[in-house]
């Protein structure tokens, strides 16, 4: 069935949020072939290419999907994924052997725990501790020992990707064990119930609520900006649970002091206890990281090509498992290993090597390698000789860059987004067929790195 115009734009809405919060490997991986297939009695059924994507995006992502989905549309209710039936055999068995290298518990043994809203996989045993985060991991094991007694509260901070959720979920489970009364929640959930409390006149039961923890964590501190009434709860909340020994946990992308638009008693507060932070990790680390990937997925991977992806791949933990999903999806679909430098043209791809590479630059190295006058690239014109450096500069910028479709319009001549999409979507779809197209889009990217 062919989705209709405005499900189309509905998903676009939907993917163009995910790629704000996920890695370009992660949402290539997981997105790339998604698409709304139809919309009935409140619910959407998104297409995906296999069994594999679809538990994938159920477990990892459905709720996220959903809330987009809700922001955009009331009525709608509920997400379905279906297999589509345009699907190759290739596939079917990708599937298969997926499931076969995915030996893990059944989906529904891993769910998030809806009392606590633990993750059961976030555990010590598979974090990885290095030099970047040795410092809050000892941290966290001294608050389990001594809980409510010293760093009360704990504040782990750090950019996003780096493990900070992980470290904190995996602290919760390990209370939990203690049979101690543990919730997990983030600053925005907590905002939400606070202010439908507030409009229900039930405040009351929403106090009663969080007091009854032995052990609060609290994720993405740094969303409580302006939100006035919501740090004056928790300011109450948290000087409750301090007062009677409960332990809290906090984590944010930034030091507490340099939170914009937070109460200056509420800043006091977070950093009376221990103040960590979770650096970059080390190339070390990072090898660390993927060994234990491999081992989990039951996945073969060569030294040479961890230690490759290891030194390439130097951004968040999260980049790194996206390439690592990456690595895993390509070499089932070609049902072997994949070599050096087939690892390398996969990193190119999806990792951004030259972010200061400037949009001026990118529209000169295109114009210079078709032969044609860098001015002619924005001007209206139609001839074929300017269309397609045109459509490819879109396609790099778009696919290598990350730059929104808003954004490339601009920069190209004032054009709609609309036209832009179109651009890229047929690059694209060239690309499957035209082997010099192929060949000519590997030239100009080579000359980027």
């Not at 390398?344 to 001026?360: D, E, G, M, Y």
Request: hydrophobic share 35%.
């Amino acid at each position: 069935m062919e989705p209709s115009a405005e499900n189309k734009k509905i998903w676009e809405e939907v993917l163009n949020s995910l790629e704000l919060e996920l890695s370009k490997a992660n949402f290539n991986t997981w997105f790339k072939d998604t698409t709304i297939i139809k919309y009935e009695g409140g619910i959407i059924f998104i297409g995906v290419p296999n069994e594999f994507v679809k538990n994938w995006l159920y477990e990892k992502y459905n709720k996220y999907i959903l809330k987009i989905l809700r922001n955009i549309e009331n009525n709608i209710r509920a997400v379905e994924y279906i297999i589509n039936n345009a699907q190759t055999k290739d596939n079917k068995d990708l599937t298969k052997q997926y499931i076969s290298i995915n030996n893990k518990l059944p989906l529904e043994t891993i769910s998030i725990n809806k009392k606590d809203n633990l993750n059961p996989r976030y555990t010590f045993n598979n974090f990885i501790v290095g030099t970047f985060n040795e410092l809050a991991y000892v941290a966290s094991q001294t608050v389990l020992k001594k809980q409510g007694v010293v760093y009360n509260p704990l504040f782990v901070y750090g950019k996003t990707g780096y493990g900070k959720t992980h470290l904190i979920q995996a602290l919760g489970n390990e209370f939990k064990k203690l049979n101690k009364k543990v919730f997990y929640t983030t600053s925005e959930k907590f905002s939400m119930d606070c202010i439908q409390s507030i409009q229900q006149n039930k405040i009351n039961l929403f106090k009663e609520k969080y007091r009854k923890y032995d052990i609060l964590i609290m994720d993405d501190i740094q969303f409580l900006t302006h939100k006035e009434r919501t740090q004056e709860e928790l300011f109450h909340l948290f000087n409750y649970l301090y007062d009677n020994n409960k332990q809290i946990i906090f984590s944010s992308d930034r030091h507490p002091n340099h939170i914009a638009d937070i109460a200056d008693r509420l800043k006091s507060r977070f950093s009376a206890g221990m103040t960590v932070d979770i650096q970059v990790p080390d190339t070390e680390s990072r090898i660390a990281i993927i060994k234990s990937k491999t081992k989990l997925n039951n996945f073969h991977l060569e030294d040479i090509v961890i230690n490759h992806v290891a030194l390439e791949v130097k951004g968040n933990i999260r980049e790194l498992e996206g390439i690592f999903n990456s690595i895993m999806c390509q070499s089932q679909l070609k049902k072997k290993e994949l070599s050096l430098q087939e690892v390398r043209n996969l990193i190119k791809i999806n990792i951004n090597s030259n972010k200061n590479v400037s949009i001026k630059e990118i529209i000169k190295t295109v114009a210079n390698f078709y032969n044609v006058e860098e001015d002619m690239i924005c001007k209206k014109t139609r001839k074929k000789e300017i269309v397609r450096p045109r459509q490819l500069i879109m396609y790099i910028l778009r696919e290598d860059f990350n730059v929104s479709y808003p954004s490339i319009g601009e920069k190209l001549g004032g054009r709609d987004h609309t036209t832009v999409i179109h651009s890229c979507d047929k690059i694209r779809n060239n690309l499957k067929n035209n082997n010099l197209l192929s060949q000519e889009l590997e030239q100009i990217r080579s000359m980027f790195s």
